[in-house]
């Protein structure tokens, strides 16, 4: 018997429309911005500071300091996962992080990079290849959330 991958099965997806308004989006970036932040480290756990690698200040934002965000994160993350990706018992694993950076591409076997407007989000398997490439004017500001689910059989 072959066993192949369902059809709609993609690592990546990305909303076509915000999943925040504007007013939404603001009210991120004052929480955000008001957060103790720390430099950005690669790797996980005990992980390195590389300012050749990664350049970002990173916060930690509560969850009772914005309860419907990561319920509107929640709830989205669910649906793709559902229709793109398919993994099981995923829920959200940690605080999200708010970070200031320059522009995030993802780099998929065509090396395509996705642009996002303010309030959009994108999902993606977490070995998955991204990168932060530098923009011209201005900073990055994005919010970034893990969540996880039993290992793989």
């Known amino acids: 018997m072959i066993i192949t991958e369902p ?3 993609n690592l990546i997806a990305y909303t076509i429309s915000p999943i925040f308004t504007s ?25 390195r500071q590389d300012n050749k690698v990664r350049t970002s200040k990173i916060g930690w934002i509560p969850f009772n300091k914005l309860p419907e965000m990561y319920s509107i994160i929640e709830k989205t993350m669910l649906q793709t996962n559902g229709n793109h990706f398919g993994f099981e018992g995923m829920r959200i694993t940690e605080l999200a992080q708010y970070t200031e950076y320059p522009k995030l591409e993802f780099i998929e076997e065509n090396k395509k990079s996705i642009s996002l407007k303010q309030g959009q989000a994108i999902f993606f398997a977490s070995f998955i290849r991204h990168r932060v490439s530098p923009i011209k004017k201005g ?4 919010l970034v959330m893990w969540f996880g689910g039993p290992p793989f059989k």
Not at 139 to 142: D, G, L, P, Y
């Open 139 to 142: 900073v990055r500001k994005s």
């Open 23 to 47: 007013k939404q989006c603001q009210d991120i970036i004052k929480i955000g911005s008001s957060l103790k932040t720390e430099e950005a480290k690669i790797g996980q756990e005990k992980g």
């Open 7 to 9: 059809v709609w099965k």
